[in-house]
């Protein structure tokens, strides 16, 4: 079992920064890819970046490339989001998950590919 607990969301406005953090306990962290996944009311659930375990790789969706960035410390069992240039369509509760560090080349996409989740993390941008 791997517990995930997200914290740093809150409320900034549009063109703000703001960087959420992932805590990671149980299993050995560095053996799981992870990832960064939003939700906003009425819309389903995407994903946002995605990092392999090792942090050599990451990817990021369409919307969100050149602003926000996925890093992780193993030392510290901790992943990041770094978001900058916020805008409200970023308005969202934000999910960091774990996945098996094999399948991120495949399946880093695939929501339900993640086995571990966190309870997410409220980010709110005003205009």
């Known amino acids: 079992q791997v517990q995930l607990v997200e914290s740093g969301g809150g409320l900034v406005q549009a063109g703000g920064s703001l960087r959420v953090s992932c805590a990671a306990s149980?299993?050995?962290?560095?053996?799981?890819?992870m990832g960064w996944f939003r939700q906003a009311p009425g819309k389903e659930r995407e994903v946002v970046a995605a990092?392999?375990?090792?942090?050599?790789?990451?990817a990021y969706a369409d919307s969100v490339k050149g602003r926000f960035t996925i890093s992780r410390d193993n030392a510290k069992n901790t992943v990041y989001l770094q978001m900058n240039s916020l805008k409200p369509e970023d308005t969202a509760v934000y999910y960091c998950?774990?996945?098996?560090?094999?399948?991120?080349?495949?399946?880093?996409?695939?929501?339900?590919?993640?086995?571990?989740w966190g309870q997410g993390t409220q980010v709110t941008v005003s205009s």
């Open positions: 998950a774990a996945q098996s560090g094999s399948l991120y080349y495949t399946d880093r996409d695939r929501i339900s590919k993640y086995a571990y």
């Open positions: 990092i392999t375990w090792s942090g050599s790789s990451t």
């Open positions: 149980g299993r050995t962290f560095s053996n799981y890819a």
